[in-house]
């Protein structure tokens, strides 16, 4: 079974001490292809993920400031985020977006953040990973405005919403990736989300050390548990886990223009 886990937060202190051995779990565990999600513990550190990918070549790095730390920022800040997105081993920007349920920066400070970004990534030529939390409608329509009309897509990440949401955001020409919270026994509503959505447009992802699946619940997530994602959505689709496992590796390397990993290596290369 071919995974590709579309976002993880690699960098994060909980795998301080097992770094090296969750990433080899990982690929033992059929993990191919890692998006490490650049925005670490904030703008202080903008290039978090970047020396993972620099590491590993199965991995891939973002850059991005999440709406947790918008209040933060500053155009220098910005400055360094174009640059680093120039590296060779950068292939998104993000997380990014709005949350609505924490608050921890003003909304209307989260805003102009995220349309500078969208402007930024727009620039780098880069698709976006969004970050949305009880914020959706006014998340889509800056989306529609700002977004859309660049044509470079996306990932709608950790998808929590409606069908109709997921939609909206497919004709933004973004993909809903599904987390570890889809396998919940409470998350019936994802799940129809997921089995009704056309499989070219969804992803799986771990968003470790968070969300970790069903059978790990209250532990720490980690790549390698991608893996129930896949069986999760494989039964609502009435699939085999390595069809969604290679149907969601596919959709992923179609965005980021990526060509297959070559021999038993997860050597990509951009086209």
Known sequence: MELIDSHAHIDFPQFAEDREAMLERARAAGVTTLLAIGTGPGPE??????????????????????????????????????????????????????????????????????RDQMQLAARAELPIIIHCR??????????????????????????TSTLEDARRGIDIGLLISFAGNSTFPKAQNLREVAKALPLEKILIETDCPYL?????????????????????????????????????????????????????TAAESRT
């Open 134 to 159: 009880d914020a959706w409608n006014d998340c889509l329509n800056l989306l529609e405005e700002h977004w859309k009309p660049t044509g470079l897509g996306g990932i709608l990440h950790c998808f």
């Open 45 to 114: 550190k903008l290039d978090s993920a970047i020396p993972f990918a620099e590491q590993h070549d199965w991995i891939y790095a973002t850059v991005g400031i999440h709406p947790h730390e918008a209040k933060e920022v500053t155009p220098k800040h910005l400055e360094e985020l174009l640059r680093l997105a120039k590296h060779p081993r950068v292939i998104a920007w993000g997380e990014i977006g709005l949350d609505y349920f924490y608050d921890h920066s003003p909304r209307e400070t989260q805003h102009q953040v995220f």
């Open 212 to 264: 970790a699946p069903q059978p790990y619940r209250g532990k720490r997530n980690e790549p390698a548990y991608v893996a129930e994602v896949a069986h999760t959505l494989a039964s609502v689709r009435n699939l085999s886990a390595d069809e969604i496992a290679a149907v969601t590796a596919e959709n992923f390397r179609r965005l980021f223009r990526l060509s297959r990993p070559q021999r038993s």
